[in-house]
């Protein structure tokens, strides 16, 4: 699957293109696993946070240490990230997230 497979999929099945951040924001909903319903920003953020952790730990970037008593998953930080330029950065998280979708939701 490539990048813009990936976004055609989701927008077939949301009715608008998703930019990155709304990619990790639904990875972040999928994690939580607690449905729809509204988010404060830091909410946000924090489910955002959360993708990111959750796609990294693919390549051992992250782990997860548990849920706390909300049930919201905290991990813990395993090895340092590669200094990337930005576009790279986003290069780097697209293949993770790509790889994510392949595991989980497909």
């Keep these: 699957m490539t990048w813009d497979e990936l976004i055609a999929t989701l927008e077939a099945q949301f009715g608008k293109i998703p930019d990155l951040n709304a990619v990790l924001f639904l990875i972040g909903i999928q994690e939580l696993g607690k449905g729809k319903r ?4 830091e909410e946000k953020q924090d489910l955002m946070h959360i993708a990111v952790c959750k796609v990294l730990s693919f390549s051992g ?6 849920l706390d008593k909300e049930g919201w998953p905290h991990w813990t930080k395993k090895d340092e990230m590669p200094f990337l330029k ?3 950065q986003e290069e780097f998280l697209k293949t993770h997230i790509i790889e994510y979708f392949e595991r989980e939701v497909f």
């Design 38 to 41: 509204s988010f404060s920003k």
């Design 86 to 88: 930005l576009e790279e």
């Design 61 to 66: 970037y992250y782990e997860l240490e548990g």
